[in-house]
């Protein structure tokens, strides 16, 4: 009795082990490449501010655009303080994961920023900060797509 009481223990013991060494497999995952950013399109401002305040009721921006193409050209239309004062070309850092978006207006030379581009309420948006001209003031504008 006790020898077949043993043995069931060995078998359960096998069958523990088994178990144990077919559930710890690794898996191997792939690494998901991250689609292209696209800001073409048109962008109004849904915020704007200079050193901390609040322009947005302030200034209409209803009528300011700016305007970005596939090809890697922007339009402003109704310009306001913006990086630039007049079009150009734009070129992100990176098409994956772009952290800073580079300016350059027509005849002039690049000037780059920094930039975020979150997905708010379903909807995405580019948060630009920039000085132009005096180095006190510091403009954020949150733009979103039309």
């Known amino acids: 009795m006790k020898r077949i009481f043993k043995q069931k223990q060995h078998l359960l013991l096998l069958a523990l082990i088994a178990l144990i060494w077919t559930s710890c497999k690794v898996d191997k995952v792939l690494p998901v490449n991250e689609s292209v950013k696209d800001i073409s399109g048109n962008w109004k401002v849904l915020k704007a501010s200079r050193n901390g305040t609040d322009l947005t009721t302030l ?49 002039g030379q690049a000037v780059g920023i920094v930039f975020n581009y979150p997905i708010v309420g379903g909807a995405r948006q580019l948060n630009l900060t920039f000085s132009p001209g005096c180095s006190l003031n510091s403009y954020t504008y949150t733009l979103v797509k039309e």
Do not use: E, H, M, S
């Open 59 to 107: 200034v209409d921006f209803t009528q300011f655009r700016v305007k970005f193409d596939a090809t890697g050209k922007y339009t402003l239309i109704n310009p306001l303080p913006f990086v630039v004062n007049q079009d150009g070309n734009y070129k992100l850092d990176d098409p994956n994961y772009p952290f800073k978006i580079a300016f350059t207006p027509q005849g």
